[in-house]
């Protein structure tokens, strides 16, 4: 469940009638999604996933259901990899009161994962217009960008929905000066981390017991997201900052 602030002023509060500024937003989601950006939310907005009041400056005001809504939409996308247009769906069936199973990657029983039917994709995807526009950039610097490994198209030349963020954090970078270029030590980095996690993940790949082998996926999700907060403790630690 996301908490929300309930009042105070000043930055990152929510103010007084009860709406949240978007750097508010953030911080409330941080809590359960540490990779969320502005600019995430923001490409869900266009997509019609949320639709926050404006003010007559323009600034975004997000209600609470805005928020919860927005948590809804990032749980779909991380536990059930769930393309935008189905989680749309799934959406406008909880607004009429309908309720929508979910497709489940897998469920525990007895110390083992056991495997589910997926209804749908089994990971999102979405195709290059879409990240051009997501994105805000041209066809040249998507180049520039796959040049150095920083995104990778699929053989049929859609991207894992990951690349939205991706390209949305390369961008935020850029505006402190860090080019594409900058990023290869990286994403060499993070290639080696991937393959220490496949080491240790190979046998259970490798099994021929289908339940094992979905128990490798949920033990590659689990040592993913423990070498992200790794990955994130050294960089502060090196850098001799503590983020929020």
């Not at 994105?135 to 180049?143: C, M, N, Y």
């Not at 796959?146 to 053989?155: I, N, R």
């Not at 030590?185 to 080696?192: E, F, L, V």
Request: negative net charge; hydrophobic residues 40%; aromatic residues 4%.
């Amino acid at each position: 469940m996301l908490q929300t602030p309930s009042g105070g002023a000043g930055h990152g509060t929510a103010a007084t009638d009860g709406l949240m500024s978007i750097g508010t937003v953030l911080n409330v989601l941080r809590e359960e999604f540490p990779e969320v950006t502005i600019s995430k939310i923001r490409f869900l907005e266009s997509e019609g996933l949320i639709e926050p009041q404006r003010t007559p400056s323009g600034y975004r005001k997000f209600t609470v259901g805005d928020v919860e809504r927005l948590g809804h939409v990032l749980r779909m996308q991380r536990d059930h990899y769930l393309p935008l247009k189905v989680i749309r769906e799934h959406l406008d069936a909880m607004e009429r009161g309908e309720a929508m199973a979910l497709p489940a990657v897998g469920r525990q029983r007895d110390g083992e994962v056991v495997l589910e039917p997926l209804e749908g994709p089994t990971a999102a995807r979405i195709g290059k217009d879409e990240l051009l526009a997501a994105a805000e950039i041209g066809e040249e610097q998507l180049k520039e960008w796959e040049s150095y490994g920083l995104l990778t198209p699929m053989p049929d030349g859609s991207y894992d929905a990951e690349a939205v963020t991706l390209a949305s954090l390369v961008m935020e970078l850029g505006r402190f000066g860090i080019e594409p270029r900058h990023l290869r030590a990286m994403k060499a980095a993070a290639d080696r981390e991937a393959g220490l996690v496949d080491q240790v993940v190979a046998p259970l790949k490798r099994h021929r017991n289908p339940q094992t082998r979905a128990h490798a996926e949920a033990r590659t999700k689990e040592l993913a997201a423990l070498t992200v907060r790794l990955h994130a403790a050294l960089v502060q630690t090196a850098l001799g900052v503590r983020l929020p």
